[in-house]
């Protein structure tokens, strides 16, 4: 049932997008221009994707949250799965408050807080033990996971929370152990929080910037530490270049992704009619 | 899956600890810690190229970052470039080692004059080699200033900014002021013809803060970077700001052809002088390989690349002549000997005035 939408709402929903997109859609263009000013159009020109490209600096910076965006997600996202799933499936167990708000401290706590004491337990864990030495990607690496877990864990749980349990407890009356539970039954539900805590987990990475700035060591300058410090000297249209190849980086990652389910659930959909006919056949 | 994922995890883990351990085991490395695109784009190059040495260069956004990496300790880098306000509280902090100069054979080049404004903030030249400096003054458009206050407008006067009667017409054009009190009221103590680095809290409070509140409302607004762009566009038409950044403003215009013509001038009555220091942490590892680099920066032809590269100022004698014309001639980025003995350096301030400082500038940002 397809309701049509009357004009208001048409143009609230396309002010909401332009609100939205436009900016990005602003960055993009100005990437293409030819002045050094990043708000005045001269005329069209692809320099500043040849400047980017030599500008070692910043590719640098650039390959350096990538690499730390995506471990942090995929262990972000492991340690949240477990602290969701704890949280939301062991019960009322001691200290179960206590470990709930524990777990997501991270999420309202200043990142000015969190970055300088981060950077203290480095350097007296460094003092103390020898570990970790000098500060760097393993140092980001451990703090973006230190937040972004809180993400997903709240994520996970919620989701958890709206899940059927009785389906998890059917699969253990048929004899089902719970580690297997887990693995059949109840990832594949809590699948697409896994997928958005996996995300979510990458972009916080991606623009942390003062918690990094306070964890970062020598050779470890992420990205927007580099267009942070860039501002003295004046943002150069590199920048809208960078981003103009972020944009379409998540661009491509999100257009495969949702033709990819949407593929899925139509196969999906072709079993299920089938097993249908099947079954009223006999 | 399990499996899977802990595999997945134990490689992850397993690379971050190589390119870590990776990192620590090279030799004849440096590490540089310094603002963003603030030298030449070949001069670590042909530093790493002449001495094997290699360089990694890393930027901080502001002194604030800095200062904290440093006060925690074991920053792990060799160079660091606070401003040398900021230097003289780190040096009390003990936060640097001594500079060998003895093994600094370029030492010879840098301005004496200068070195000697800058014991006031180290006292004997032991921590910091000057890099580069620059003045806190006014970026101006003088069309539109003409436009608005007629052709005797003081164009080179703090009465521009800090005079009422003026103030209020150019509202109409646009003006900013940094946001950084340590910046702005030295300059006003000093065009109150009173001492820029007063000790005395009542000075601050009767006699700046009462000056500000009265032209607040005039201001557009505070800010420290974002007038670049404005002046260079001409969406303001005054700003109180640093040389190497209107500069920079003066250029984009001039590259946009957009016919706004952006100056930088430092006022009759004098100027903040600011300087960006090299200096060696305390805890620094290569402090030999340290050494080699602030010597090469200190050579005549590689500092003059990058003042040419920057725009600002160096605190090399003997580069004058390599630098561009257009550069060295230009006396808003090496005033003359006139101006020079009118600029005043920052001094670091003791915690008392700091907060006061503080205070007065949230006040008028405010209004309460």
């Known amino acids: ?149 809180a993400f997903v864990a709240v994520i996970v749980s919620s989701r958890l929370r709206e899940m059927d349990i009785s389906i998890e407890e059917a699969a253990m009356d048929l004899g089902a152990h719970p580690f297997k539970v887990f693995f059949v039954i109840t990832i594949p539900i809590i699948m697409p929080a896994l997928i958005s805590g996996w995300l979510l987990s990458f972009t916080l990475s991606m623009d942390s910037l003062v918690i990094t700035s306070f964890v970062a060591g020598p050779a470890s300058t992420t990205l927007p530490m580099k267009v942070f410090s860039s501002v003295r000297m004046g943002v150069s249209p590199k920048i809208n270049a ?35 006919k099947e079954n009223l056949g006999k | 899956m399990l499996r899977h994922i802990i595999g997945k995890l134990a490689l992850t883990i397993a690379a971050v600890f190589l390119v870590n351990g990776a990192l620590t085991a090279e030799e004849k490395i440096l590490h540089f810690y310094n603002w963003s695109d603030y030298i030449a784009e070949d001069t670590l190059e042909n530093f790493t190229k002449e001495t094997g040495i290699k360089v990694v260069y890393d930027v901080f956004d502001s002194n604030e970052v800095l200062e904290t990496k440093l006060l925690a300790g074991k920053s792990g880098f060799d160079i660091v470039v606070p401003s040398n306000s900021f230097l003289a509280r780190q040096i009390k902090a003990g936060v640097f080692q001594k500079i060998d100069k003895s093994k600094l054979t370029n030492y010879g080049n840098l301005d004496k004059a200068l070195l000697k404004v800058l014991e006031t903030n180290d006292p004997g030249n032991l921590y910091g080699v000057p890099y580069l400096w620059g003045t806190t003054g006014l970026g101006i458009n003088p069309a539109k200033i003409k436009a608005v206050l007629g052709d005797d407008a003081p164009m080179n006067s703090w009465d521009l900014v800090f005079q009422e009667k003026y103030i209020s017409k150019l509202k109409s054009c646009g003006v900013s002021f940094l ?7 030295p300059s006003v103590l000093l065009y109150l013809g009173e001492d820029p680095n007063s000790l005395s809290t009542s000075m601050y409070l009767d006699k700046v803060q009462p000056l500000l509140m009265k032209i607040r409302s005039h201001v557009t607004y505070y800010h420290s970077s974002k007038y670049i762009n404005d002046l260079a566009n001409g969406d303001i038409c005054v700003a109180i700001g640093w040389s190497g950044d209107v500069a920079q403003a003066a250029t984009r215009a001039d590259e946009a052809e957009n016919n706004v ?93 700091d907060r006061v400082q503080n205070r007065i500038m949230t006040r008028i940002r405010t209004g309460q």
């Open chain 1, 242 to 276: 960078v981003a103009t190849f972020i944009v379409l980086f998540a661009t491509v990652i999100v257009v495969t992704s949702s033709v990819m389910t949407i593929r899925q659930d139509k196969k999906k959909q072709r079993e299920i009619q089938a097993a249908m």
């Open chain 1, 1 to 149: 049932m397809r309701r049509k939408l009357s004009h208001r709402l048409i143009l609230f929903l396309s002010i909401g997008y332009a609100f939205l997109y436009l900016p990005i859609i602003i960055l993009i263009v100005y990437s293409f221009n030819e002045s050094r000013l990043v708000t005045v159009w001269a005329g069209f020109s692809t320099k500043w994707y040849g400047e980017l490209l030599k500008d070692q600096g910043i590719l640098d910076a650039v390959w350096m949250s990538l690499r730390i965006a995506f471990l942090t997600a995929w262990v972000a996202t492991f340690l949240g799965a477990i602290a969701g799933q704890v949280m939301a499936r062991f019960g009322r167990f001691r200290f179960h408050s206590g470990f709930a708000s524990t777990i997501t401290a991270p999420l309202v706590m200043p990142e000015v807080i969190t970055g300088l004491s981060l950077l203290l337990l480095f350097v007296s864990m460094e003092t103390m033990i020898g570990w970790p030495e000098g500060r760097g990607m393993l140092t980001i690496w451990i703090s973006h996971v230190t937040f972004a877990t």
């Open chain 2, 261 to 353: 013509e952006v100056q930088y001038v430092i006022p009759t009555e004098g100027a903040g002088l600011w300087f960006d220091m090299l200096a060696i942490p305390a805890d620094a590892k290569n402090v030999e390989n340290a050494h080699i680099l602030i010597n090469y920066l200190m050579r005549p032809d590689v500092i003059a690349e990058i003042t040419n590269y920057v725009w600002y100022a160096n605190a090399n004698t003997a580069s004058f002549n390599l630098v561009d014309k257009e550069i060295s001639g230009d006396t808003s980025i090496y005033p003359d000997a006139e101006t020079k003995k009118k600029l005043f350096i920052f001094d670091v301030m003791p915690p008392k005035i």
């Open chain 2, 179 to 185: 946001d950084a009190p340590s910046d702005v009221l």
